[in-house]
């Protein structure tokens, strides 16, 4: 039985990825940070807690010592390390922190395996955003990076950590440049999660308007129950390697959000532009979504488009949930959690 060790296991990626490990047979210990309110809703969902195959363990990226501890403890054949300050827009806040974790604490985890046992493969989660200012369409793995953030460059030292344990010391260290990754399961504060919340909320009648940031903004937008599937994919390859995960298709976060209040049986239509742009509702012709500069970001990374084109030759891994398909689920399980929301308070 294969053994695996995943970081950030609370999160989304985190409970995908250990349901597939399971499924496939994989004896899985999932690191997560004591915090003040317990974070096991995505692996409860997904029943991933209270496998007999599944279990936790304390870890801390940012602690050498926790990283050396986790690692005896589970002997894992595979380390997926998806920990990290995840959210762009709050790394301008804690650049420091976003560093911290998502920099530091990569490269110490990387330490740790070289220390406690350098045949483990390891998985970094590199971002799509270390391309930030694109300098080529669509981006591959030979586009140059230009990270827009705190978080992009914190994830650029993470992603070198890993070519530089392979390339020092042998390590089997794969760097997956995923692009944007969405699902039920997102966290709420990321804008296709806000978004379909927003519309079920608001097609319930619990909520009034959704304001968002940057409408223009343009992601690759998959679903992450098949991006973890390209993660595994990575650590079966016969070597290590660098290898984009995308859809190759971009969408604004307008039309997302078109296509979330139409999966909530709404008709946005907009009108006005920059901060004064709106979506109206066709029937009514209230304001259901508007502008709040406060959600824009001090730097933009305007578009993102990928080339899944290695991966699929490599790896055989091929995306097919279409981003209709996308808010159409992440709108749908919304609505069935917001109304029982809405049935216990009453
Ligand atoms: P989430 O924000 O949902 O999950 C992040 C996880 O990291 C959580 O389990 C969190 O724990 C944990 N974590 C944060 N800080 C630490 C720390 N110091 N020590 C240990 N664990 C920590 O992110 P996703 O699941 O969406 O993403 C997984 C990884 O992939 C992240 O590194 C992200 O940056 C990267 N990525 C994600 C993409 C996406 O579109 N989803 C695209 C490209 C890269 P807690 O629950 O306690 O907060
Ligand atoms: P991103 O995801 O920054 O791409 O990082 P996010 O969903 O936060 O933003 C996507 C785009 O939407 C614009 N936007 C808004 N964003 C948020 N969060 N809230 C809003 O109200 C809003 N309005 C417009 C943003 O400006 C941006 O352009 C995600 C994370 O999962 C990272 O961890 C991961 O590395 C990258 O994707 C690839």
């Known amino acids: 039985m294969k053994r695996a060790f995943v970081t950030g296991v609370t999160g989304q990626d985190g409970a995908y990825l250990t349901r597939h490990l399971l499924d496939k047979g994989y004896r899985v210990f999932g690191g997560h940070r004591r915090t003040s309110t317990q974070n096991f809703w995505r692996l409860a969902q997904l029943g991933v807690e209270g496998h007999d195959n599944f279990s936790f363990i304390e870890h ?26 995840s959210f762009v827009a709050v790394s301008f806040k804690e650049p420091t922190l976003t560093a911290q974790i998502s920099a530091v604490g990569a490269l110490q985890l990387l330490e740790a395996v070289r220390i406690v046992n350098p045949a483990i493969r390891v998985y970094q989660a590199s971002s799509a955003e270390m391309f930030g200012k694109v300098q080529g369409m669509p981006q591959t793995e030979a586009t140059p990076f230009y990270p827009r953030s705190p978080y992009g460059v914190a994830k650029l030292f993470g992603h070198w950590s890993a070519v530089n344990y392979r390339e ?8 997956g440049i995923l692009f944007n990754h969405e699902s039920p399961l997102r966290g709420a504060e990321f804008v296709t999660r806000k978004i379909s919340l927003g519309a079920a909320r608001i097609r319930l009648g619990l909520q009034d308007c ?37 859809t190759g298709v971009a969408t604004t976060v307008r039309e997302f959000a078109t296509q979330c209040f139409a999966a909530a049986d709404i008709t946005l239509n907009w009108s006005g532009s920059g901060d004064d742009e709106v979506g109206r509702c066709s029937e009514t012709g209230r304001p259901l979504v508007q502008v709040d500069p406060a959600f824009r970001r001090p730097s933009e990374v305007d578009l993102l488009l990928g080339s899944p084109a290695r991966a699929t030759q490599r790896l055989g891994w091929r995306p097919t949930t279409t981003v209709a398909q996308l808010s159409r689920m992440m709108v749908e399980a919304d609505l069935v959690r917001e109304d029982q929301g809405r049935r216990r308070a009453s």
Request: hydrophobic letters at 45%.
């Open 60 to 85: 801390d990226l940012t602690d050498l010592g926790s990283n050396i501890r986790a690692l005896t403890l589970a002997e894992p054949d595979e380390v997926y390390n998806l920990a990290g300050q």
């Open 168 to 175: 020092s010391y042998g390590i089997f260290a794969s760097s």
């Open 210 to 246: 959704l304001m968002l940031g940057n409408l223009d903004a343009k992601r690759d937008w998959g679903f992450a129950g098949e991006f973890v599937d390209g993660m595994w994919r990575m650590l079966q390859a016969d070597e290590p390697d660098t290898f984009i995960l995308a």
